[in-house]
């Protein structure tokens, strides 16, 4: 059996692998179809992760330099690449009740024939029901930060709202804040394949930020208030800097990107300075959540799996190109990596 593991940075290969024996809380799932991450872990397959050389610490709140001869954050050779699967239980542990052979599930989990995972107690191995569409279950991860995002920003009825990068997470972003209310919905992004999907999905306008003055046309498209709401997922300093320029009074950014660092020339003065900016960090997985205790990563998770699998949301579209699995590498160094323009969200089918 083969998975799908980066060797060195920006290089991805098959390599074999055997199976580990089943433990009693444990079910082994014969991997039918799955898709990758393309936000963070294409940082960590460049090697441009923070993480590599320094460790984030939870009781300070910051990363601090890993000590010397500590195992790196990012071992290549061992770092698999892959973010959901979904398939089929061939395998039980003797002490799992709730999970039979035969099911079909939606985990979390690594592009590779089988995945073995806990099935004690464990609500992110999710039952699919019949007839849902493994495209939606796929999109979990980044349904997530897209509704984290909508709500971090408190998108209201009636606000004007701007979705800036139109990857998955913008994608599904967009969604949300046309069924959110949002009177007028306007992407942002340079490829045209990705806006007409938006425009299906509830996008009023889209706009080519290659030699185009964002912040203007957005004041043009609101009759000079600007947008209520900027949802910010590319993590570029151009992005940032229109978001600041097309920001309505007192608006808010929330920024869902997990970005490089700004070269210079990123510059706070200016409109954000005038537009009494508000920018807010959005990270779904991060707890407390922010409307805690009310709200936690399980119930975004619980609220996206039902919208995914009640057709709430539609993200057929977004799973572009499809691939298999025998060409899983050279399709992720392509799709993925090098050529990310060509893609949404990569699936993979087995």
């Not at 099935?119 to 999710?126: F, S």
């Not at 425009?199 to 185009?212: E, F, Q, S």
């Not at 960090?281 to 399980?298: G, I, L, M, T, V």
Request: net charge negative.
């Amino acid at each position: 059996m083969k998975k799908l593991v980066a060797t060195a940075p920006r290089v991805a290969a098959l390599v074999e692998y055997e199976d580990r024996p089943v433990a009693d809380n444990e079910v082994k799932i014969h991997v039918r179809y799955g898709a990758p991450k393309h936000g963070t872990e294409v940082v960590d397959f460049r090697a441009a992760s923070p993480f590599i050389n320094e460790d984030f610490n939870a009781e300070w709140q910051l990363f601090t330099p890993r000590e010397e001869g500590a195992v790196r954050g990012i071992e290549f050779g061992k770092f698999q690449l892959g973010n959901m699967v979904v398939g089929e239980i061939v395998e039980c542990g003797a002490r799992v009740r709730d999970y039979q052979t035969g099911e079909q599930v939606c985990c979390y989990g690594p592009l590779q024939e089988t995945v073995i995972v806990n099935a004690i107690d464990n609500y992110k191995l999710r039952k699919m029901p019949e007839g849902a569409s493994w495209k939606n279950a796929v999109c979990y991860d980044p349904a997530q930060f897209a509704m984290s995002g909508v709500r971090d920003a408190n998108v209201r009825v009636g606000d004007y709202v701007v979705v800036v990068g139109l990857g998955a997470i913008g994608q599904i972003a967009i969604q949300l804040a046309k069924k959110a209310g949002a009177s007028i919905v306007i992407g942002v992004d340079p490829i045209d394949h990705r806006c007409e999907i938006a425009r299906r999905h509830g996008a009023d306008y889209c706009l080519n930020p290659v030699g185009t003055d964002i912040g203007l046309e957005i004041k043009k498209l609101t009759a000079k208030q600007g947008a209520d709401v900027f949802i910010e997922t590319s993590g570029h300093a151009d992005a940032l800097q229109s978001a600041l320029r097309g920001l309505a009074y007192g608006g808010t950014i929330a920024y869902v990107a997990f970005a490089k660092p700004f070269a210079g020339g990123f510059n706070l003065g200016r409109e954000a300075h005038f537009n009494n900016a508000k920018i807010v960090f959005s990270r779904a997985c991060s707890e407390p959540n922010p409307d805690y205790p009310r709200w936690s990563r399980k119930r975004i998770e619980e609220t996206c799996w039902t919208l995914l699998m009640n057709g709430y949301l539609n993200c057929n579209d977004l799973i572009d190109p499809i691939v298999t699995f025998t060409h899983s590498d050279e399709s992720y160094m392509k799709y993925v990596d090098l050529h990310p323009e060509l893609s949404i969200k990569m699936g993979v089918t087995f």
